[in-house]
């Protein structure tokens, strides 16, 4: 959690990249705008890791997350926060991939489109 320095990928074990919404907030703009989530991206995808796009706030971000390589993405897009109930009855709804019930192949409709 927190702010970390990229070098600590080599030598923690480390499974999940977060890119902050700061990154994520320039993704539909320019190419230098979007440098820095385009490039997160694809060290997430050389070091076998799973990057965790924060603070989508727009279809049109979400689309470019998508197209970049991001299958996971978090924020007011998908949902305003909610109280733990209403997460349970919504992940209870949740379907299935037909592939099997491993979550990492599960791609909300709202990004895989």
Do not use: N
């Not at 603070?55 to 299958?71: I, K, P, S, W």
């Not at 299935?96 to 491993?102: C, H, R």
Request: proline share 6%; aromatic share 6%; hydrophobic share 40%.
């Amino acid at each position: 959690t927190g702010h970390s320095s990229l070098g600590l990928l080599r030598t923690c074990p480390v499974d999940v990249l977060k890119v902050d919404k700061l990154f994520i907030d320039g993704v539909t703009g320019t190419a230098e705008q979007a440098a820095i989530a385009t490039s997160l991206a694809q060290i997430a995808r050389v070091m076998r890791l799973r990057a965790v796009a924060e603070g989508v706030e727009t279809a049109d971000q979400a689309e470019r997350l998508y197209q970049l390589g991001y299958r996971l993405a978090q924020g007011f897009h998908f949902a305003r926060p909610l109280p733990p109930a209403e997460i349970e009855r919504r992940l209870a709804g949740r379907s299935v991939p037909a592939g099997g019930d491993d979550p990492g192949r599960w791609e909300p409709s709202s990004l895989a489109s």
